[in-house]
């Protein structure tokens, strides 16, 4: 299994850029897919971007997934901040390969999560 710890989060005016990281632990051998999801208060939990144990990088807009396999951490650039950005923020990882139905509302369960980090962008 692995550990996952989320930073960077804070409060920003809108337009700026922040970029959060997850710390990964545990047993980093094993090929995981790993994703950034986040959640507003009263919604769903969203689906961002996730990447496989084998890629670098990733956009989807404003957002940006990235990984350090020297270091084990996963980032998430997310630029030109906007008020409904704020949110708390997840990093997620399950094993195997990534599907593309990961970031769509009724994907699959990840099964090892951080505990969040809170994004709040005002305007």
């Known amino acids: 299994q692995v550990q996952l710890v989320e930073s960077g989060g804070g409060s920003v005016q809108a337009g700026g850029s922040l970029r959060l990281s997850c710390q990964v632990s545990?047993?980093?051998?094993?090929?995981?897919?790993m994703g950034w999801f986040r959640q507003a208060p009263g919604k769903d939990r969203e689906g961002i971007l996730v990447?496989?144990?084998d890629d670098s990088a990733s956009s989807k807009g404003r957002f940006t997934i990235s990984k350090d396999n020297a270091k084990n951490v996963l980032h998430l650039q997310i630029d030109n901040l906007k008020t409904e950005d704020s949110a708390m923020y997840y990093c997620?990882?399950?094993?195997?390969?990534?599907?593309?139905?990961?970031?769509?509302?009724?994907?699959?369960?990840?099964?090892?999560w951080g505990q969040g980090t809170q994004v709040t962008v005002s305007s």
């Open positions: 997620a990882a399950v094993k195997g390969l990534c599907l593309f139905s990961d970031t769509l509302p009724r994907g699959r369960n990840f099964t090892y």
């Open positions: 545990g047993n980093t051998e094993k090929r995981y897919c």
């Open positions: 990447i496989d144990n």
